[in-house]
């Protein structure tokens, strides 16, 4: 009787299952390397002062037209020189340095020499009564301006219980008539004042953690 010939010799199965075995390695493998760097840098970005926005004012950001909103653009050599100063006074004081840049933004469109109708001076466009206050002896030195602006805004985030709405409006109006209205003083400078900064700053934070993440 004629001996049956096998279908698949042992050295066709063992070739078929090398090659299953390595198309399985070629698709997983690189994934299996890939989740742990990325989850690596992200544990690196520093979570510093993030402002706690109420449920009530990102209802009334995503009800803002764009019209309403002073144009953002990528960042500019004014605001790439001065990064540096917000991102180490922001470390100090432990505010979140995308609302620095932010405040910054609303203030000055980061004109150092910049001064208001009502004589507030520099960066962070602090009044002559508030930068003496702070020892702030030159408003137009940005590095001054903006470690007193930072300090300064801390100081109201911890009298509002960190309140950002709260402490922007403090900073636009004055703490007295945050006070004196129990709440944001019905104003509209100072409304669209909040509204603006916190547009910026979702702009800043964005940019800020996409470099981090990338870098």
């Known amino acids: 009787m004629k001996e049956d010939s096998p279908i698949n010799p042992p050295s066709m199965n063992l070739a078929l299952w090398l090659t299953i075995v390595a198309i399985v390695m070629g698709v997983f493998i690189p994934s299996i390397y890939e989740e742990p760097k990325t989850a690596l840098v992200a544990a690196k970005i520093p979570e510093i002062g993030q402002p706690k926005l109420s449920a009530s004012l990102q209802k009334k950001l995503l009800a803002v037209k764009p019209d309403q909103i002073l144009p953002i653009i ?7 020189l001065f990064q540096p100063i917000v991102l180490k006074a922001a470390e100090r004081y432990e505010v979140d340095p995308a ?3 932010a405040i910054i933004m609303a203030e000055s469109s980061y004109n ?3 001064i208001s109708k009502k004589g507030a001076k520099g960066l962070m466009q602090l009044m002559p009564t508030t930068a003496r206050s702070l020892g ?4 137009f030195n940005p590095e001054h301006n903006i470690y007193a602006g930072v300090r300064y805004f801390k100081k109201l985030l911890n009298q509002f219980d960190g309140d950002v709405e709260l402490a922007l409006a403090a900073y636009n109006a004055g703490s007295r008539k ?6 944001i003083p019905p104003f509209r400078a100072t409304k669209y004042y909040i509204k603006k900064v916190i547009k910026y700053y979702q702009y800043y934070k964005t940019q800020m953690d996409s470099s981090r993440l990338y870098s």
Not at 136 to 139: A, C, E, G, L, R
């Open 74 to 80: 990528s960042l500019n050599s004014a605001e790439r």
């Open 99 to 101: 609302m620095v840049m």
């Open 112 to 114: 150092p020499k910049a």
């Open 136 to 139: 702030v002896k030159d408003s």
């Open 178 to 183: 945050v006070r004196e209205h129990s709440g």
